[in-house]
């Protein structure tokens, strides 16, 4: 129950701001030919998606079967060309910065100068949302697309479901690029 709570927490504040612009980074297998795909299949993998939390796995699901059937393809419930599914995954993120603040005078005759100097350790939680797509024949994938984000300590669930909504729509976008230039 603890792994599937922090899932939920993943995609709930998967990323800080609702307003921010997303890119989305892109793998694809070079040796398959993308005009062969017709269908897809949406594949429930519920160890790695936020399942415990219906509403919010539900609006993924719907999102990523309409970005897919946007960029031309049918889906199909049997003998699909692709499978297509999401998964989340969490990790810490840490950043040290030495600065140099100030120098100044101490007081008195002589000179002296004295150095300000620190260290700043920030860290921070990374949440990953990835859209995978496989081949039911090789058993392989043949595309994946990613977004990255920090996951705030106590994220809002309306601003949540509205960031989520635009990683999805990068990560759409990108798939139609891939998928268009095959046709």
Do not use: C
Request: charged content about 20%.
């Amino acid at each position: 129950m603890k792994k599937s709570a922090t899932l939920f927490i993943i995609m709930l504040g998967l990323f800080s701001f609702a307003g921010t612009k997303f890119k989305a980074y892109v793998g694809y297998d070079k040796n398959v030919d993308f005009s062969t795909i017709k269908t897809f299949k949406y594949y429930e993998t519920l160890e790695t998606s936020v399942a415990d939390s219906r509403p919010i796995h539900e609006m993924i699901k719907y999102l990523i079967i309409i970005k897919f059937k946007a960029s031309g393809l049918e889906q199909v419930k049997e003998n699909p060309d692709i499978y297509v599914t999401y998964h989340t995954f969490q990790g810490q993120d840490m950043k040290m910065n030495v600065t140099l603040y100030s120098y100044s005078y101490s007081a008195g005759w002589w000179f002296s100068p004295l150095w300000g100097s620190g260290m700043d350790v920030s860290s921070w939680t990374q949440g990953n949302l990835y859209v995978d797509a496989w081949s039911p024949k090789t058993e392989t994938i043949v595309w994946r697309g990613a977004v990255t984000g920090a996951v705030p300590d106590n994220p809002d669930p309306e601003k949540a479901q509205k960031t989520i909504q635009k990683a999805l729509n990068a990560i759409g976008k990108e798939w139609r690029k891939q998928y268009k230039k095959a046709q």
